[in-house]
T-cell receptor, first 111, second 114 residues
């Protein structure tokens, strides 16, 4: 089955800096890679996703890159703000079903 | 449009008791999922369904059963609860025309087994 590893487990940045979270996956059949943000006590919420037919996708301050050959993908957050503080999860799946999640990254943005 | 809802929000069980968690979605999604979330371990798939009347095992299915008698509902059952099943349980749904991949999560059920 699929295995997803996520690094780092914790990340602390100053407001305005960039944050990068990296994930690797094992199953070459995976073709859908979403990122979720989870605030304390809340449900995971999809913030951006990428399919294997593209290498990069951007949505305002958030971008995701995918390297299919190396089987890794990354989340980039620019101009971080205190409200970006949360746990971020990457995931991988084939055709959107059976998501396999990474263990999460606790991002703290210090004012 | 309520999206994905879960009942109950909180529950405390004694070891050996049984209970059913209910998930409902009003987005006409084909696929539904049950995950558990434990500290430091992300979300792990328990069981899932790709359509009414179908169910399949996920990564951690032992000790749980599921049923999908109606398209909009997905039930998760614990027949004999154990302390190791203390967790937060999330339901999710996906697959509709135009947005086949995105999974939408419910608010979660916090279960404690003593």
């Amino acid at each position: 089955g699929e295995n997803v590893e996520q690094h780092p487990s914790t990340l602390s940045v100053q407001e305005g800096d960039s944050a990068v979270i990296k994930c690797t996956y094992s199953d070459s059949a995976s073709n859908y890679f979403p990122w979720y943000k989870q605030e304390l006590g809340k449900r995971p919420q999809l913030i951006i996703d990428i399919r294997s037919n593209v290498g990069e996708k951007k949505d305002q301050r958030i971008a995701v890159t995918l390297n299919k050959t190396a089987k890794h993908f990354s989340l980039h957050i620019t101009e971080t703000q205190p409200e970006d503080s949360a746990v971020y999860f990457c995931a991988a799946s084939e055709w959107g079903s059976r998501l396999t999640f990474g263990e999460g990254t606790q991002l703290t943005v210090n004012p | 449009n309520a999206g994905v809802t879960q009942t109950p929000k909180f529950r405390v069980l004694k070891t050996g008791q049984s209970m059913t968690l209910l998930c409902a979605q009003d987005m006409n999604h084909e696929y539904m999922y049950w995950y558990r979330q434990d500290p430091g371990m992300g979300l792990r798939l328990i069981h899932y369904s790709v359509g009414e009347g179908t169910t399949a095992k996920g990564e951690v299915p032992d000790g749980y059963n599921v049923s999908r008698l109606k398209k909009q509902n997905f039930l998760l059952g614990l027949e004999s609860a154990a302390p190791s099943q203390t967790s937060v349980y999330f339901c999710a749904s996906s697959y509709s025309a135009g947005k086949p991949y995105e999974q939408y999560f419910g608010p979660g059920t916090r279960l404690t087994v003593t």
